[in-house]
């Protein structure tokens, strides 16, 4: 087997592993059973792509990490669906998370130091925190209400209104406090799930971190659509003079070539060229 595969392999042989010492303590449906190696196997594919498109050979240090965090999020996946059936585990789930967070801080802290920081890895460490924060809103939905499953929505509407509006799939810039956004939807979300705070505040909890997120995408849009790409304007091609004939007098307009053209001012500041973004960048509060 190459090397390409042994990372994602193993961590789908983790995953299994995971499911199945999870099976034989707090227990695990068949609903279960299937969204957690649903959920594994779909990472490894994705990643073994990613791999193959990036052209290297293995997972970095950070990506080791990130891999781990992504099965402890496989094993919190199987927990929150089995308890559609019986209520799920708290003693195990939220340790379980809490360290699925706690490891969020470690892989970019990884890959800075080993100076293997790659967009394979952000995405890949993006990727597992948006699905975590959707886990855990369908987890907390059936206490706070159905409401609150825009926050672990709103990620993924941002990605499919990319297809349908390019505008939207340009490379957002570096924002330090979608970072702080992205944080505080996973300990508020995990807070609410606890299940230790009288259902009022368990409520505004989570309504102070969608009403974070929401902020946070609202300004991103907003900065999409002001730097979206001007379509640019189609040359005028000069006229053919023709000759006249006897007694007659045509007069031709002067056109100005193509590189003669006047600019024409713009309301809006100029956007630099988008061949060097990246042809997707998904959004990262999540």
């Known amino acids: 087997m190459s090397r390409v595969r042994t990372g994602p392999v193993l961590g789908l042989t983790v995953q299994?592993?995971?499911?199945?010492?999870?099976?034989?303590?707090?227990?695990?449906?068949?609903?279960?059973?299937?969204?957690?190696?649903?959920?594994?196997?779909?990472?490894?594919?994705?990643?073994?792509?990613?791999?193959?498109?990036?052209?290297?050979?293995?997972?970095?240090?950070?990506?080791?990490?990130?891999?781990?965090?992504?099965?402890?999020?496989?094993?919190?996946?199987?927990?929150?669906?089995?308890?559609?059936?019986?209520?799920?585990?708290?003693?195990?789930?939220?340790?379980?998370?809490?360290?699925?967070?706690?490891?969020?801080?470690?892989d970019g802290w990884v890959a800075r130091r080993t100076g293997t920081v790659s967009a394979l890895g952000a995405r890949f460490d993006m990727e597992v925190d948006a699905f975590l924060i959707l886990v855990l809103s369908v987890q907390v939905a059936p206490a706070v209400g159905p409401w609150v499953l825009t926050i672990g929505g709103l990620r993924y509407a941002f990605v499919a209104a990319g297809w349908l509006l390019p505008w939207m799939r340009g490379a957002l810039p570096p924002r330090f406090w979608r970072k702080v956004v992205a944080a505080a939807q996973g300990v508020l979300l995990l807070v609410v799930a606890a299940d230790v705070l009288a259902r009022p505040l368990t409520a505004v909890l989570a309504a102070?971190?969608?009403?974070?997120?929401?902020?946070?995408?609202?300004?991103?849009?907003?900065?999409?659509?002001?730097h979206r790409s001007i379509r640019p304007v189609r040359p005028v091609l000069p006229v053919r003079p023709v000759a006249p004939t006897a007694g007659t007098s045509i007069s031709v307009p002067r056109v100005s070539p193509v590189g003669m053209l006047p600019s024409v001012p713009s309301v809006r500041p100029r956007v630099e060229a988008v061949a060097d973004r990246p042809p997707f960048v998904a959004h990262q509060p999540v």
């Open 208 to 226: 102070v971190a969608l009403a974070l997120l929401v902020e946070s995408f609202g300004h991103d849009v907003g900065w999409l659509w002001w």
């Open 16 to 106: 299994t592993v995971l499911l199945a010492g999870l099976a034989a303590t707090v227990g695990l449906d068949v609903a279960g059973w299937l969204a957690g190696l649903g959920y594994g196997v779909v990472t490894c594919v994705a990643l073994q792509r990613g791999l193959r498109r990036r052209g290297v050979d293995r997972l970095g240090p950070a990506d080791r990490v990130t891999l781990t965090r992504g099965v402890l999020v496989g094993g919190v996946t199987a927990l929150v669906v089995t308890g559609f059936s019986d209520p799920a585990p708290l003693a195990v789930l939220v340790p379980m998370t809490a360290v699925a967070l706690a490891l969020d801080a470690v």
